[in-house]
């Protein structure tokens, strides 16, 4: 089971940009299709944006499409996603994900296949202002 740790969430006005970056552990990080997943209060966790594990797919909810980008550094065992023109709607607690076979488990049909998410971080808080 791999470990993750989100950073990088904060305030920020409407319009504006915040990147959050999820370090994982283990020597297996890139055997692991990632993805990021929020939750805002009183909703249920929704499907962000998803990467494959050498990188070269991406897929993303449509309610972020064009603004959002996901992205990994193998080496560093990290992945990132970069948020841009930032909307009130996107406040949320965002949690990184990984591939695997833990609770809960979170299906995502991507363009490329399913994938099953079931390594979770602790999240971070992203507020976005009017």
């Known amino acids: 089971q791999v470990q993750l740790v989100e950073s990088g969430g904060g305030l920020v006005q409407a319009g504006g940009s915040l990147r959050l970056s999820c370090a994982a552990s283990g020597r297996t990080f890139s055997r692991y299709a990632m993805g990021w997943f929020r939750q805002a209060p009183g909703k249920e966790r929704e499907f962000v944006a998803a990467i494959s594990r050498p990188g070269g797919n991406t897929f993303y909810a449509d309610s972020v499409k064009g603004r959002f980008t996901i992205s990994r550094d193998n080496a560093k065992n990290t992945v990132y996603v970069q948020m841009n023109s930032l909307k009130p709607e996107d406040t949320a607690v965002y949690y990184c994900?990984?591939?695997?076979?833990?609770?809960?488990?979170?299906?995502?049909?991507?363009?490329?296949?399913?994938?099953?998410?079931?390594?979770w971080g602790q999240g971070t808080q992203v507020t976005v202002s009017s």
């Open positions: 994900a990984a591939g695997g076979s833990g609770r809960p488990r979170v299906p995502v049909y991507t363009s490329w296949g399913r994938l099953d998410f079931g390594s």
